[in-house]
């Protein structure tokens, strides 16, 4: 049974292009959660979804940032002209529906953004 | 709002030796879950244990145990055994609902 999967594990983009972060749940698993750790923090929470819907994006920036988990494919978050403040790794975490274990989430190897 | 706080950013344990990892958070609610997660040089985060707030019973998981005072609001994560692999950073968590909060975490040195 294969875990959430991240790609691309690391991604260098320059200051103003976009960049695309994907993620696949684990299989079985309905619910996406996007978490975002600068050097030497915890992680932050971003954002929650469901499939093709957002649940929870209170974490998340208001501007520049989205997220989407479309009925079928992965997960993706999006940071449009990004700036040297988003480098970060953004880890993507998953969980069973609720009454099979929602509560426990279960994370991706992440990816590590560095912008230029 | 829920917080939570990790008050030792270093640790380090002998070989084989115990150590505890501390942990507390703040919030109004009785019912929830306390997760502790590591987290080594490859930067994966791992789950290695979860405490629900409505057991009494502290989770165990192999070496790993949880000293859980609700009363206190405290999650403290004791090593027993500790082998070289446990050498890590180690976050505490909280989950409310949709909300996950983590501590800032503490970095667990293992002396050989």
């Known amino acids: 049974n294969a875990g959430v999967m991240q790609n691309p594990r690391h991604l260098v983009r320059r200051r103003g292009q976009e960049a695309r972060l994907r993620c696949s749940p684990m299989?079985?698993?309905?619910?996406v959660y996007w978490y975002r750790q600068l050097p030497e923090e915890g992680l932050k929470f971003m954002v929650y979804l469901q499939k093709e819907n957002i649940i929870d994006e209170s974490g998340m920036p208001k501007e520049r940032f989205s997220a989407e988990f479309p009925k079928e494919g992965p997960s993706i978050l999006r940071i449009q002209q990004v700036v040297r403040g988003d480098s970060a790794a953004y880890f993507c975490?998953?969980?069973?529906?609720?009454?099979?274990?929602?509560?426990?989430?279960?994370f991706g190897p992440g990816t590590r953004l560095l912008v230029l | 709002a829920q917080t939570v706080t990790q008050s030792q950013p270093e640790m380090s344990v002998q070989e084989a030796e115990t150590v505890t990892l501390s942990c507390t958070y703040d919030t109004s609610e009785s019912d929830y879950y306390l997760f502790w997660y590591k987290q080594p040089p490859s930067r994966q985060m791992i789950l290695v244990i979860r405490?629900?707030?409505?057991?009494?019973q502290n989770a165990t998981e192999n070496r790993f145990s949880v000293n859980f005072q609700k009363a206190a609001k405290s999650f403290s994560l004791k090593i027993s055994d500790s082998q070289l692999g446990d050498a890590a950073m180690y976050f505490c968590?909280?989950?409310?609902?949709?909300?996950?909060?983590f501590g800032a975490g503490t970095r667990l040195t293992v002396k050989p």
């Open positions: 299989k079985g698993h309905s619910h």
């Open positions: 975490a998953s969980s069973p529906t609720l009454g099979q274990g929602q509560e426990t989430q279960y």
């Open positions: 968590a909280y989950r409310l609902y949709n909300d996950m909060r």
């Open positions: 405490q629900e707030a409505y057991k009494q």
